[in-house]
């Protein structure tokens, strides 16, 4: 695929289709996330200009079976693989 036929990506973007941030065509293309200087996998939903990603805690859940989420600031990269 070229960079033409991939939509840019948000500065805000969450995997939860329920989220006012989530967008359907981003996910069509794989996405890689770098926080830090090192890739991550582990992250549900990123915000660049602001600095932080929400990463699952453990194996926790919240009432309604969702993993619990952290919020952890610094240099967040996305980028198209």
């Given at each position: ?62 009432r ?14 996305a980028?198209?693989?």
């Open positions: 695929m070229t960079d033409a036929t991939r939509p840019e990506l948000p500065d805000h973007l969450s995997i939860d289709p329920r989220s006012p941030h989530h967008v359907a065509a981003v996910f069509e293309h794989d996405i890689g996330i770098r926080f830090n200087g090192k890739e991550r996998f582990d992250v549900e939903e990123y915000c660049v200009s602001e600095g932080w990603v929400k990463v699952p805690h453990g194996k926790a859940l919240d309604k079976g969702k993993p619990l989420l952290i919020k952890i600031k610094g240099t967040v990269e980028y198209y693989r």
